[in-house]
T-cell receptor, first 115, second 112 residues
């Protein structure tokens, strides 16, 4: 069964620090990869997505992620975080083989950015 | 405006009662999903449906049931067999495979 692992459960950074959140998945077939963000009191929003092509994808608000197929990873990065980036971040994987459309999420990473 | 509507936002039920959570979308999406969100556990998939009159169990389907009689509607019933039903429930939809999912605002269910 497919699974998604986010190893950092809580991250605290100062403004302007660089961010990298890890995401690994376990599935050998074709996948789509996503990062979602949930700001306090708001619903889940898409940050970025990878379907195919260039493994380095850029999303909204200066976020980017790199798909490394050999490592089954899709880590999220931002060069300089802002206080407004305080939120919970979820990695998600959709499997595309066998007629499936299953979308599985990781356990989330709570990011707190301090002034 | 197009979107996903979950109702109600807050729901209280007595233990032992079944309760149905509503999810409606007017995005013309084929696929719909139900997730449960608990602190520290992320989003866990309960059920998903790729097309009308078809649905599959997710990772934590026990104690839940769904139906997909219409493309725009995917109600979730939390039955009395669900041992720990108090949680935040999220509904999502997507066009089909290969597209991102859009989420509703969620329903917070409290069973007392």
């Amino acid at each position: 069964a497919q699974s998604v692992s986010q190893h950092n459960h809580h991250v605290i950074l100062s403004e302007a620090a660089s961010l990298e959140l890890g995401c690994n998945y376990s599935y050998g077939g074709t996948v789509n990869l996503f990062w979602y963000v949930q700001y306090p009191g708001q619903h889940l929003q898409l940050l970025l997505k990878y379907f195919s092509g260039d493994p380095l994808v850029k999303g909204i608000k200066g976020f980017e992620a790199e798909f490394i197929k050999s490592k089954f990873s899709f880590n999220l990065r931002k060069p300089s975080v802002q206080w407004s980036d305080t939120a919970e971040y979820f990695c998600a994987v959709r499997t595309l083989t066998g007629g499936g459309n299953k979308l599985t999420f990781g356990t989330g990473t709570q990011l707190k950015v301090e002034l | 405006d197009g979107g996903i509507t979950q109702s109600p936002k807050y729901l209280f039920r007595k233990e032992g009662q079944n309760v149905t959570l509503s999810c409606e979308q007017n995005l013309n999406h084929d696929a719909m999903y139900w997730y449960r969100q608990d602190p520290g556990q992320g989003l866990r998939l309960i059920y998903y449906s790729q097309i009308v009159n078809d649905f599959q169990k997710g990772d934590i389907a026990e104690g839940y049931s769904v139906s997909r009689e219409k493309k725009e509607s995917f109600p979730l019933t939390v039955t009395s067999a669900q041992k720990n039903p108090t949680a935040f429930y999220l509904c999502a939809s997507s066009i089909s495979r290969g597209y991102e999912a859009f989420f509703g605002q969620g329903t917070r269910l409290t069973v007392v």
